[in-house]
């Protein structure tokens, strides 16, 4: 993940998405359907930042992580506001299997059933899985600042270096 990650900074970089922070975002995905991928863990960039960026600058970096039958919604944006939403939602604790399902109270243009994808809790071996991964990642293996200025940051807040529990 250290190399999604590093991606992750030099595509916002390059995009001129900065000052902003990235997070990883990690789901386990299920689709039930039979149409779709075999269950997998799905990791996305996940964006916050004071000042947000229009359409034309988020298209190179949507450019550079493209969906996928693997990956639907590669890239998501929140703005840093009044509202804890962004900041929960990239530091969330609690993550989740996406399971698609066929709805047959849901028809598509067609007549045939439309999908319908649930947010359900992770089973017990996914979620020690997870917990073992972003326990050896840390918080820096997870979250990277673009275009921050470091120095800045060290002098007003000691540093992005938070002590971690553990190796």
Same mark, same amino acid.
């Given at each position: ?27 386990? $995905? ?52 009044? =509202? ?9 604790? &609690? =993550?989740?299997?996406?399971?698609? #399902? ?13 999908? $319908? ?5 992770? =089973?017990?071996?996914?979620?020690? #899985? ?9 918080? @820096? ?8 200025? &470091?120095?800045?940051? #060290?002098? @007003?807040?000691?540093?992005? $270096?938070?002590? =971690?529990?553990?190796?």
């Amino acid at each position: 993940m250290p190399a999604a990650l590093a991606a992750v900074g030099a595509a916002a970089v390059a995009s001129g998405i900065t000052p902003s922070i990235f997070s990883l975002d990690i789901s386990f $995905n299920e689709d039930v359907t039979g149409k779709g991928p075999p269950p997998h863990w799905c990791v996305h960039p996940h964006g916050v930042a004071t000042d947000w960026f229009s359409p034309a600058q988020q298209a190179p970096f949507r450019a550079a992580f493209p969906p996928s039958d693997w990956v639907k919604r590669p890239v998501k944006f929140d703005p840093i506001d009044a =509202r804890s939403e962004a900041v929960r939602y990239a530091l969330k604790p &609690d =993550r989740i299997r996406r399971v698609t #399902e066929l709805s047959q109270s849901r028809l598509k243009a067609g007549g045939g059933p439309s999908t $319908n994808t649930k947010r359900r809790g992770l =089973r017990a071996i996914q979620a020690d #899985e997870l917990a073992m991964v972003e326990h050896q990642l840390g918080l @820096a293996g997870r979250v990277i600042g673009c275009g921050i200025d &470091d120095d800045a940051v #060290e002098r @007003a807040l000691g540093g992005f $270096n938070w002590p =971690r529990d553990g190796p």
